[in-house]
């Protein structure tokens, strides 16, 4: 079954330091991944998305991402905090063919001390 | 930058009460989906709908629940007899051609009492 892992449901860093979010996924066909971000009180907001070009994949607000199929994995970076970063930040994946669900991670909340 | 628009933001039903939550899409979109959000559990996928029929709908998606695009303009989901669980974010999203870069809107929060 598809599936996607968070690893770590809340992530706390000092402002200027490094972010790294975790994402598993779980697939047998080729996976379209994504990032999601969700401030507070708001909806859902595209950070970036793989869809089979480049492996290395470049966001909104300096985040990026890495396609590592090797691993599995779909790691969001960013190399230095900022306060405003704060959010939840949501890994989806959904899969070709005659679907286009998004199955979601269950979130990892990012605090930004100052 | 065209927006996914929800209303309305907030609404709060009594139980066993049919309520009506209201999207207008990004106006050249053609995929519209629903996915609902329950207080601290993940984002889940409730329906798609594409050609004005539903192309997919998840397992929490049952006869209670219903799709429309009335006017080409709004996309509806009606829930006709709410009960407790329901409580949740609804998110409205859309994309031009599917494959999940869709843009989402800001949620209605239902609360059924």
Known sequence: AQSVTQLGSHVSVSEGALVLLRCNYSSSVPPYLFWYVQYPNQGLQLLLKYTSAATLVKGINGFEAEFKKSETSFHLTKPSAHMSDAA???????????????????GTRLQVFP | EPEVTQTPSHQVTQMGQEVILRCVPISNHLYFYWYRQILGQKVEFLVSFYNNEISEKSEIFDDQFSVERPDGSNFTLKIRSTKLEDSAMYFCASSTTGGGGYTFGSGTRLTVV
């Open chain 1, 88 to 106: 939840e930040y949501f890994c989806a994946v959904s899969f070709r063919g005659n679907t286009d669900k998004l199955i979601f991670g269950t």
